[in-house]
């Protein structure tokens, strides 16, 4: 499903006049302390206080489990950090930051879901916060990945996008993804089904937004090369999106993580692709904790 985040009676007529239409993205490439949400929201909002709404900023990308570390060994392990979507203190947080940036900030946390049984069921998720600090949506990871099996994570029922208004008023539909959702299913699906460039291809999404903790499977590898190892991955995996439309460009960000949660070491590379001509507009190298910030612009 799509969420559409504007009013139907709002008059953008004016900005859709334009064919292009501008969009700026801050990635934030961190190095979270594992277990220590407080101090990895203290660190983060320290990061961003470069930032204000002078900057106008269409959305601000965090990686997947962003403030808690990524691997936890059962459901007791990751159960005193899971939080409902709009209880909690990654909403409190996501909802300060959009608020004082006027931006959308989207954020990966463990979320639970309380069934009217009492019963728990918990998702790798990416909350959405509007620019005023009001909750959106929170999606939930559809291809997982065995690390997220560990604790009990279940499967989200589907890719998704979200439709936004930029800072000039103008329509931008973003694809929705979370690390894993890039690959073949399972490792299993055939590799040239392409599912999520496919679905993002049908959805006609103008900009895809990968939240990430992706494992690096080269870490003795530290220079540019193991960079360009996992953007061309990426690139490939989204070859349905590339070059339908001489007329159309369209864009792939991500913000990944940096450091290491016990065995795994994570692969950095946050970046912002042009998809169609394929280009690299900017890049995080593999280890540094860095915020960047990729203004670019739509065309078709």
Known sequence: PETRL?????????????????????????????KDPDANRSRISDLLQKYSQDDSIDLVLLPELTFTGYEFKDKEDITPFLEQATQGETFNWCSQQASRLKAY?????PQK?????????????LMIVDRDGNYVKSYQKHFLY???KTWGCMEGPCFDTLTILNTMGQSVKIGLLICMDINPWEFEAPYGK?????????????????????????????DVKGCFSSMNYWIDRLSPLLGEDKKRNRYFMIADRVGKDLKTTF?????????????????????????VDVEFEISG
Do not use: H
Request: hydrophobic residues 30%; charged residues 30%; glycine residues 4%.
């Open 6 to 34: 504007f009013p139907e009676t709002r008059n953008t007529k004016m900005a859709e006049a334009s064919k292009n239409r501008k969009f700026k993205v801050v990635l934030c490439q961190v190095n979270p302390k594992y």
């Open 105 to 109: 900030v989207a954020c990966g946390f």
């Open 267 to 291: 692969t950095g590379t946050s970046c912002v692709i042009s998809l169609n001509p394929t280009e690299v507009l900017k890049f995080c190298d593999k280890r540094e904790e860095k915020i």
């Open 146 to 148: 065995e690390t997220d």
């Open 113 to 125: 879901v309380v069934q009217s049984d009492g019963t728990i069921d918990c998702y790798n998720a």
């Open 194 to 222: 392409k599912e999520a460039g496919n679905y993002l291809l049908q959805q006609d999404v103008d900009v895809v937004a990968m939240s990430s903790a992706w494992t690096d499977s080269e870490p003795e590898n530290d």
